[in-house]
């Protein structure tokens, strides 16, 4: 395992989005949405063991690469195919120095993202696995799933989220749904 390196998110945040515009001010809020839920599931389960300052950052961090992407409905305006922005924050985040960080990004989408999927979906990435492996990996990517950026305001249900996620496959809702198990007792 790596040891994670500490770290100031919000002024890495801001050095990447450095305009006070919709686009900072929805990721913010994503973020904060995503780094609360970890953290009031780490509370309810001291015997997790998590590492609640990581769990913070790392929430905070996990959709840095957004800004790349075209994503129009989301403030973002770039050139990339959306389902890369883990793979581009992981890439800045790792130029920076923090490896764990970078992985937690790189590892977020969806429930994790195989080679198979890859090739058998032809998505434009690398051919690689990018599924959680830590707890902390594993409970970013399961507190993303109730927040939408491009509704911001609603927070789904375990039942809504597993809903949402069916329609990339079987494989995706039960892991999902073991972590539901697993972080909040459902």
Not at 170 to 184: M, P, S
Request: net charge negative; glycine share 6%.
């Amino acid at each position: 395992m790596y040891l994670c390196t500490r770290m100031d998110y919000i002024s890495l945040l801001y050095k990447y989005y450095t305009e006070d515009d919709d686009l900072r001010r929805l990721l913010l809020k994503h973020s904060r949405q995503v780094a609360d839920r970890c953290l009031l599931i780490a509370s309810r389960h001291p015997e997790l063991e998590l590492d609640t300052d990581f769990l913070e950052e790392a929430a905070m961090l996990h959709d840095i690469g957004v800004r790349w992407c075209h994503a129009p409905g989301i403030y973002c305006n770039g050139d990339e195919h959306y389902i890369r922005h883990g793979l581009i924050g992981a890439q800045l985040l790792r130029r920076e120095g923090y490896e764990c960080h970078a992985r937690v990004c790189e590892r977020h989408t969806g429930t994790g993202i195989t080679r198979e999927q890859i090739v058998r979906q032809q998505l434009p990435l690398p051919l690689g696995d990018y599924v959680p492996e830590t707890l902390e990996e594993q409970l970013v990517c399961y507190a993303d799933k109730f927040y939408s950026k491009s509704k911001p305001d609603r927070v789904l249900t375990v039942e809504q989220t597993a809903q949402s996620l069916a329609r990339f496959g079987e494989e995706g809702v039960d892991t999902f749904l073991r972590w539901a198990r697993l972080f909040e007792g459902c």
